[in-house]
Nanobody, 119 residues
Framework: QVQLVESGGGLVQAGGSLRLSCAASGSIFSINSMGWYRQAPGKQRELVAAISSGGVTNFADSVKGRFTISRDNAKNTVDLQMNSLKPEDTAVYYC?????????????WGQGTQVTVSS
C-alpha cells in the first residue's frame, strides 16, 4: 500500500506564490509518475502538472509558465511551485502517484489541500 501526505496549501492574494509538497511512503515501485490535480467547486478534477520518474513533465495549458513541478526520487517527494497565482487557481489540490506492479498501473491519491487565491 502507498500513502501520500500533502502540505503547503493556504490563502494567498492574486499574483502571489505557494509551494505544495507531497511525500509518498509505502511499497513504491521505481517505474512511476507523480503529479498534482485540482478540483474547483462544481468542476471535474483536472490535471495540473505531472512528472515521471525519468523527469518528463506535463502541464495543463492554464498553468504553463507559472507553475513548475519537481521531484526527489530518493525521497519519493514531489513539489509544485505555483507563481503568479490567479483567483481561478482556487481549488482543492490533490497529489497523485501512479506506479506499475507486474504490468498493471495503480493510482494513489492524497487527501487534498485547499488553495485559495483572493482577488
Amino acid at each position: 500500500q502507498v500513502q501520500l501526505v500533502e502540505s503547503g496549501g493556504g490563502l494567498v492574494q492574486a499574483g502571489g506564490s505557494l509551494r505544495l509538497s507531497c511525500a509518498a511512503s509505502g511499497s513504491i515501485f521505481s517505474i512511476n509518475s507523480m503529479g498534482w490535480y485540482r478540483q474547483a467547486p462544481g468542476k471535474q478534477r483536472e490535471l495540473v502538472a505531472a512528472i515521471s520518474s525519468g523527469g518528463v513533465t506535463n502541464f495543463a495549458d492554464s498553468v504553463k509558465g507559472r507553475f513548475t513541478i519537481s521531484r526527489d526520487n530518493a525521497k519519493n517527494t514531489v513539489d509544485l511551485q505555483m507563481n503568479s497565482l490567479k483567483p481561478e487557481d482556487t481549488a482543492v489540490y490533490y497529489c497523485k502517484m501512479r506506479h506499475m506492479v507486474r504490468g498493471i498501473w495503480y493510482d494513489y491519491w492524497g487527501q487534498g489541500t485547499q488553495v485559495t487565491v483572493s482577488s
